[in-house]
């Protein structure tokens, strides 16, 4: 199955907010409210960040916020902080199989 | 605390095979589901499949059927990946990661993953 579509880069300055995009399609993203995004620095697993589009899990800086549109779900992070520099994948409820759906992750680098 | 603490380095040759064992602590092991995530070296996230560790069903993404085969032991709390006729793009960092509850229709399912081991690498090289 296809993986959602991210940016493969973004980047910003401290103190800036960006946003990573995660496309999909009605069979997946804009199906249902299920979407979740992981933070991974270097030589680090997956952390996750949000779930089901919305919620923080406890201990998770309240920067960091998800929403969706139609077939695109979106992660802001605010205040930018040289620590949120790491990768970010997406990752989605899917129709087509029982197994998971992640997007092909984006690289956010904090200048 | 929950933790999910894997076994060590693995280097192989081609044709062979790996069991990476994943040990869970700090919560009821039969309790969640556990699934298997690869990343090669610089490459996105890979799902490998999933098994309950209460019933010991399992669900393995396609491209892994016939050569994956996940079990546990729930006297060790342990959930293993076992892969076999090993091949060089086999070469990754390979997590187990805890399932905290999911969400599945007939044809489809949402997961998410909110503990992760440390990774084990399994390198594959003649």
């Known amino acids: 199955q296809s993986a959602l579509t991210q940016p493969a880069s973004v980047s910003g300055s401290p103190g800036q907010s960006i946003t990573i995009s995660c496309t999909g399609t009605s069979s997946d993203v804009g199906g249902y409210n299920y979407v979740c995004w992981y933070q991974q620095h270097p030589g680090k697993a997956p952390k996750l960040m949000i779930y089901?589009?919305?919620n923080r899990p406890s201990g998770v800086s309240s920067r960091f916020s998800g929403s969706k549109s139609g077939n695109t779900a979106s992660l802001t992070i605010s205040g930018l902080q040289a620590e949120d520099e790491a990768d970010y994948y997406c990752s989605s409820y899917t129709s087509r199989s029982t197994g998971v759906l992640f997007g092909g992750g984006t690289k956010l680098t904090v200048l | 605390q929950v933790q999910l603490v894997q076994s060590g380095a693995e280097v192989k040759k081609p044709g062979a095979s790996v069991k990476v064992s994943c040990k869970a602590s700090?919560?009821?092991?039969?309790?969640?589901?556990m699934h298997w995530v690869r990343q090669a070296p610089g490459q996105g996230l890979e799902w490998m499949g999933w098994i309950n560790p209460n019933s010991g069903g399992t669900n393995y993404a396609q491209k892994f059927q016939g050569r994956v085969t996940m079990t546990r032991d729930t006297s060790i709390s342990t959930a293993y990946m076992e892969l076999r006729s090993l091949r060089s793009d086999d070469t990754a960092m390979y997590y187990c990661?805890?399932?905290?509850?999911?969400?599945?229709?007939?044809?489809?399912?949402?997961?998410?993953?909110?503990?992760w081991g440390q990774g084990t690498l399994v390198t594959v090289s003649s």
């Open positions: 990661a805890r399932d905290p509850g999911h969400y599945c229709t007939s044809t489809g399912c949402y997961w998410s993953f909110d503990f």
């Open positions: 700090g919560y009821t092991f039969t309790g969640y589901y």
């Open positions: 089901e589009v919305t």
